[in-house]
Structure formats: C-alpha cells, structure tokens
C-alpha cells in the first residue's frame, strides 16, 4: 500500500458575491462559498475542525477557528465526498481565504488537509 495516498483528501472551492446582502457604501460585501471534501486516500478520516484565514483588500487579516463545518463532523470513507456551503462578510470589494481542516483517520492518525486560497471578488472589480 502506497503511504503517500493513505490520508489524501481533495478540497474544491466554487464562490458567488450576494449582491442582495451586500451594502457597498456601509463597506459590507457578502459572499458564499461551497466546499467540496472528498476523501481520495484509503482510510476512512473525520473533519474535526476548520481554521480560516480571510484577508481583506486593505491588507488587514481575521482568523477563523471552530470545531467542523456548519454543525457537522462529516466521516468520510475512501471515496465519499461532503459538500456544504457557507458565507463570509467582508469590508472590501476584493479579498481571500485559505485555511486548513484538522482530520482524523480512523487507526488514529491526525493531519491537516490544505484548503487552497480563493478570491472572493465582487463582479467587475478585477480585470
């Protein structure tokens, strides 16, 4: 068995702005986020937490740390994938995220899985 691909999880990341929540002169700018999880390794692991890292377009940064992911601890067999969708409010126009997720594999193992930056950007603002 390749050691390598034990604990291999896939994260992907789709974005849309909320122009219905948003308020642009009250600097509030409104985004979801879905996330798909999928477990491409071979052992059954357990999303146990998130950390979040969201900049802002002026350079500032919020960091975001909390047990699962909207309520749930998602087990995922090899094979099996969650998706879930959730939001973020930021001051500007255009920022980021990127974090990790904190696994545990079922014969104990612990690991961090990458969750690849994403820009969240309203419509038009970026060339």
Do not use: C
């Not at 146990?48 to 992911?69: A, F, K, M, Y």
């Amino acid at each position: 068995m390749n050691e390598d691909k034990k604990y291999e999880i896939d994260v992907s990341i789709r974005t849309i702005y909320l122009p219905d929540q948003s308020d642009e002169e009250a600097e509030r700018h409104v985004f979801a986020y879905t996330i798909t999880i999928a477990n491409t390794g071979t052992v059954t692991s357990q999303l146990i937490s998130r950390h979040w890292i969201i900049n802002n377009g002026d350079g500032t940064t919020q960091e975001v740390r909390g047990l699962g992911v909207v309520g749930e601890q998602p087990l995922l067999k090899p094979g099996d994938s969650f998706e879930y969708t959730s939001g973020t409010v930021i001051p500007t126009p255009v920022g980021s995220m990127k974090g990790s997720y904190q696994m545990a594999a079922e014969d104990g193992v612990h690991f961090d899985v990458a969750i690849p930056e994403f820009i969240l950007s309203v419509p038009r603002i970026l060339h």
